[in-house]
């Protein structure tokens, strides 16, 4: 059999040799079935069944996948859950049942069919929207599984450990459901750098090649491929001579990623001997044992709110919080252990199903908010409900003694916001003292990640103890561009000079105050970047786990001095364009 190379895009690196596994997904024909007026309770019994079996199975995957998943996997599988406890959609099907006498198959189609038509209108070509209906379609098909009328829709069969899976679209949640029996690859015919399947490969290492001819790869008889997401490149059939190259290639890149592990006591100082410090984001306690198997530094950023994902009927209490810190406190021994406040409300009301309960009583009845990323979230969230704040600081005051907790505000924007937790703070840990609990002292830090705080970082840094830049969220506030949005995130670039200027303002104001400063988001695990962040004057890092083994081995490639000339001279490019040729270069 001939060799034959198709193109498509790379979208998540990597390189892998397998057995082609073909994903087909059938679209079912939904029939109205009338029912009679005894059926009505039934069908709506079978429907809330349908819909609480989905809901099962996605928590019951988000637990497999918090063991070692990317926290934007576990936000896709949670908007899908948001979904599925939309008040809208179970009022909809419940009218079809009841008052139409459709079966439940029936009116769920008509509801999505609705909601499509709806969005199709006002904006038929937002690739946004598109996204969207993905997650949509998603979850319909779930819950028509469910209902015991779309079993077949993907194939029964499951892919084998290595298998390169080939489809014209994966589903987020297959995507998220592949990652349990390591596939070699995703090959796919549509999708591409924001989609959801791209955001879950990227995440876990699956190397994806995207805008492939599937039609084409499906007419061949194949018994190998080879997937290269470096050039964006699938081989089909390949001779003996390139099986080997891409083979040697492979070992070579498993060579040095053993290395890199090999390596992880060596010290992370740069050539000219700058210790510089790198710590893990986490978001479970699994995420602790690689503290010490990364060798990093400590906890740098523990998201709250995704140890407590299971609570669905109301706010965690202040004993199962302070359980769950007090575990956290122990495991992480003397390292410092940061965590941020709960950031919920706005975009994350889907955390907890009591959440908007407690936001109609906040805000309004039948709260709702256009756009809830820029929302009453995090730290707006929690000072308008003191109860929820009260109860987690309460529980962070008292873990303390059992570890180097430090407390982190998520989404501030005013200096106001600092000092009514700092008031909060005070005011329970007088409580429990007077309670007799002798509380040490708890360092408290700040997200810069809104434009108006960097800007006003002189004053925030005499405020609180150490600051943490949330690049990914401050770069798409200053420059007013969505990093998900296929139309803008071309605009998005960590290191436009406004971004590079305005993180050079917040450096020079903590060390003036001679407070600590981490670097958190994409940028700070990119090492092309590394050499200009080192320049600018950053000390230290907090990425996701699997980051730490490569930063630390670049950073001991780089001597201070070379890096300070990386960044003279991108201060001096103006131009976008120019400036990431450099950087890329």
Not at 185 to 209: D, L, M, N, R
Not at 451 to 473: C, H, M, Q, R, Y
Request: aromatic share 8%; charged share 25%.
């Amino acid at each position: 059999m001939p060799e034959i190379i198709v193109s498509g895009i790379p979208v998540s690196e990597g390189i892998a040799i397998g057995s082609p596994f073909f994903v087909h997904s059938e679209e079912t024909k939904v029939l109205r079935v009338p029912i009679t007026e005894n059926e009505i309770e039934d069908e709506i019994k079978k429907y809330h069944q349908a819909l609480d079996k989905s809901r099962n199975d996605l928590l019951l995957l988000q637990k497999e996948l918090k063991k070692n998943a990317d926290h934007e996997v576990i936000d896709i599988l949670y908007t899908h859950i948001a979904m599925l406890e939309d008040p809208l959609m179970l009022q909809s099907v419940e009218e079809g049942i009841r008052c139409n006498k459709k079966n439940s198959e029936k009116a769920l189609l008509d509801f999505v069919d609705s909601y499509k038509n709806r969005f199709q209108k006002d904006c038929p070509e937002n690739l946004v929207f598109q996204e969207r209906m993905k997650d949509v379609g998603d979850v319909y098909q779930r819950i028509l599984r469910n209902l015991h009328l779309n079993q077949d829709s993907i194939t029964v069969h499951q892919p084998n450990f290595g298998d390169i899976l080939i489809a014209t679209e994966i589903s987020p949640s297959y995507a998220a459901e592949a990652q349990l029996v390591h596939p070699g690859a995703f090959v796919t015919q549509t999708g591409g750098e924001t989609s959801h399947a791209a955001i879950i490969a990227k995440a876990a290492g699956i190397p994806y090649v995207a805008k492939v001819d599937v039609e084409l790869i499906e007419k061949q008889k194949i018994e190998m491929l080879i997937v290269d997401a470096l050039q964006g490149k699938v081989i089909l059939n390949p001779q003996l001579k390139t099986i080997q190259a891409y083979s040697r290639y492979q070992k070579k890149i498993h060579t040095y990623q053993k290395g890199l592990l090999d390596k992880k006591n060596l010290s992370s100082s740069t050539k000219d001997g700058k210790k510089i410090e790198i710590y893990a984001n986490i978001s479970s306690l699994e995420d602790l044992a690689l503290l010490q198997d990364k060798n990093a530094a400590g906890i740098g950023l523990v998201r709250s709110e995704y140890l407590f994902f299971d609570e669905k009927e109301d706010f965690p209490t202040e004993e199962k919080q302070y359980g769950v810190y007090k575990k956290l406190a122990q495991a992480a021994k003397d390292f410092p252990l940061t965590i941020r406040l709960f950031d919920i409300g706005g975009d994350k009301s889907h955390i907890f199903s009591y959440l908007t309960k407690i936001q109609n009583e906040i805000f309004a009845s039948n709260y709702h908010e256009m756009n809830p990323v820029l929302g009453a979230r995090a730290i707006r969230f929690l000072l308008k409900n003191r109860e929820v704040l009260r109860r987690q600081i309460r529980a962070l005051l008292r873990a303390r003694v059992y570890g180097n907790i430090q407390i982190l505000l998520p989404l501030v924007t005013d200096i106001v916001e600092v000092m009514q937790i700092k008031e909060c703070i005070a005011q329970e840990k007088e409580k429990l003292s007077q309670e007799g609990r002798t509380i040490p002292p708890v360092a408290l830090g700040c997200m810069v990640e809104v434009p108006s705080i960097a800007i006003i970082s002189d004053i925030l840094a005499k405020e609180v103890d150490f600051l943490s830049v949330g690049t990914n969220d401050l770069t798409q506030y200053l420059l007013a561009a969505d990093r998900t949005n296929p139309y803008t995130s071309h605009l998005y670039f960590p290191a436009h000079l406004s971004v590079l200027r305005l993180l050079r303002w917040v450096i020079r104001s903590a060390r003036r105050e001679k407070k600590p400063l981490m670097l958190c988001g994409e940028i700070a695990a990119n090492v092309q970047f590394l050499p200009l962040l080192l320049g600018m004057g950053i000390e230290r890092f907090s990425v996701a786990p699997r980051h730490i083994p490569q930063l630390q081995e670049s950073i001991r490639s780089i001597s201070l001095f070379d890096a300070r000339e990386v960044m003279k001279k991108a201060f001096s490019l103006p131009d976008v364009t120019k400036l990431q040729s450099f950087l890329m270069s």
